[in-house]
């Protein structure tokens, strides 16, 4: 006898599209539904999007990348350091035991996708920075970049990490109204992520990749698995610990897998219906035709393929790992890991 199975598409070295966990609990949500925006939660059906409504003329997509490039110790004044690495309490002249820190890296990019021309690089930014709790953390010049200091509000490394996110997502944001602000074009802004942070932001649409948490009822989540290339869910209003509307989203997908080539597309929660859905359509005819493919990206077809080629250019421009670490450890060997003002 042998074993029936299906493989997931992605590449084993990322994590799955679908959490398998999620998709054996669909019934477990802590979020607050409402599944009757667009069809009464007991109509659900997959949605063909309407042949009248087209899609945007002009598609941004922002994303962004992050690199720590070295984890490090500050130090209040007057202490001084060896090597770079921590120092016993006992031993700082200053009193104060170090703190950690991150040196990162971060770069946010937008690429211009206008209906009728090839996808374009419209704009990028790049951000070197010191993330640390340490009220006497300042920036760090070294000979390959200079880090500047931001706070974080506590010490641990989780902590560390999200300020570099608050960081990276504050940066596609600026980096997002400077450029529409310049272009003044009538288009639609797609982040790759969720809309957290950004449902200020007129005209845009969050892009998730990967399903983490099953948020829809086992009745509404067999809508996706039934769902055909091109084909979207119901809009539904989702709340946790902030408000959004949502719909899924099938991609074209070689894979037999229920939710293969499934992505969850968030719009704001004070849009009306008409609005919407019209939306909602636009977004559903506009992303099949940009689809990855699988020979080329790992993560296909769910990482579009303007946002892979964003990323591998976005990668590029956060600059050698390797020589930005050498530097920071030269800065750090030269007695000062934390310049101090």
């Known amino acids: 006898m042998t074993t029936a199975f299906t493989v997931d598409?992605?590449?084993?070295?990322?994590?799955?599209?679908?959490?398998?966990?999620?998709?054996?609990?669909?019934d477990a949500t802590s979020a607050e539904l409402d599944l009757d925006v667009e069809l009464p939660a007991g109509g659900w059906r997959p949605v063909t999007p309407d042949p009248g409504t087209a899609p945007p003329e002009v598609l941004l997509i922002a994303d962004g990348v992050r690199r720590i490039d070295a984890r490090l110790w500050t130090y209040a004044p007057g202490d001084a350091a060896t090597g770079g690495g921590p120092m016993p309490q006992d031993a700082a002249s200053g009193g104060g035991a170090p703190v950690p820190g991150i040196a990162a890296s971060c770069a946010a990019g937008i690429v211009r996708c206008a209906r009728g021309a090839p996808a374009r690089l419209?704009?990028?930014e790049v951000s070197h920075a010191l993330?640390?709790?340490s009220p006497h953390?300042?920036?760090?010049?070294?000979?390959?970049?200079?880090?500047?200091a931001r706070r974080a509000p506590r010490p641990g490394m989780d902590d560390l990490i999200l300020a570099l996110q608050?960081?990276?997502?504050q940066l596609e944001v600026d980096l997002a109204i400077r450029h529409r602000a310049e272009s003044a074009e009538d288009d639609l802004l797609l982040v790759d992520g969720p809309?957290?942070?950004?449902t200020h932001l007129p005209r845009t649409v969050g892009y998730i990749k990967t399903h983490h948490t099953a948020y829809l009822p086992s009745p509404q989540a067999a809508t996706v698995s039934r769902l055909e290339p091109g084909q979207r869910t119901p809009i539904f209003l989702m709340g946790t610990s902030w408000r959004r509307h949502a719909w899924y989203v099938r991609l074209p997908a070689p894979s037999g897998l229920p939710w293969s080539g499934v992505v969850r597309c968030e719009a704001s929660a004070d849009l009306g219906l008409d609005t919407l859905v019209s939306l909602a359509d636009s977004v559903t005819h506009a992303l099949p035709p940009l689809a990855g493919v699988d020979y080329?990206?790992?993560r296909a077809p769910q990482n579009l393929v303007p946002i892979g080629g964003l990323e591998r250019l976005l990668r590029h421009r956060l600059g050698d790992a390797r020589l930005l670490y050498r530097a920071l450890r030269a800065a750090a060997r030269q007695g000062r890991p934390v310049p101090v003002r």
């Not at 920036?139 to 880090?147: E, G, L, S």
């Not at 809309?195 to 950004?198: I, P, Q, V, W, Y």
């Open 122 to 124: 419209a704009a990028v």
């Open 137 to 148: 953390a300042a920036d760090i010049t070294t000979t390959a970049a200079r880090y500047r």
């Open 296 to 298: 080329k990206d790992p």
């Open 195 to 198: 809309l957290r942070g950004r």
């Open 9 to 26: 598409p992605w590449d084993p070295g990322y994590t799955a599209a679908l959490n398998a966990e999620a998709l054996a609990e669909l």
């Open 166 to 169: 608050s960081h990276l997502t």
């Open 131 to 133: 993330f640390s709790a």
